[in-house]
């Protein structure tokens, strides 16, 4: 059974910083990617960053380029969020997903497995 734990929400100040971990179990970490989505009250699910299984190739949301940064660990089956400059447009739940194989997509339907969310909150 597969499970992703997220963590590392929280409220913030506007220009804060926040670091989300989400921690993997139950498959092979390492073999598949790792994406980062976020969903607003009354938005839908929206792409934020992906990562290659080998942590060699990242995409992200052209709203967050430049300010956050996806990464992995391997040996941890953990992968990162790393969300600086935030704005109060950054404000959602925040998703962690693993993906159906081994390289990054933007598509939320090239992902299997969801962990439950944790929320961010920025304020102005």
């Known amino acids: 059974q597969v499970q992703l734990v997220e963590s590392g929400g929280g409220l913030v100040q506007a220009g804060g910083s926040l670091r989300l971990s989400c921690a993997a179990s139950?498959?092979?970490?390492?073999?598949?990617?790792m994406g980062w989505f976020r969903q607003a009250p009354g938005k839908e699910r929206e792409f934020v960053a992906a990562?290659?299984?080998?942590?060699?190739?990242?995409y992200y949301a052209d709203s967050v380029k430049g300010r956050f940064t996806i990464s992995r660990d391997n040996a941890k089956n953990t992968v990162y969020l790393q969300m600086n400059s935030l704005k109060p447009e950054d404000t959602a739940v925040y998703y962690c997903?693993?993906?159906?194989?081994?390289?990054?997509?933007?598509?939320?339907?090239?992902?299997?497995?969801w962990g439950q969310g944790t929320q961010v909150t920025v304020s102005s």
């Open positions: 997903a693993s993906g159906s194989s081994q390289l990054p997509y933007r598509s939320i339907r090239m992902y299997d497995y």
């Open positions: 139950g498959r092979t970490f390492s073999s598949y990617a």
């Open positions: 990562i290659s299984w080998s942590g060699g190739i990242t």
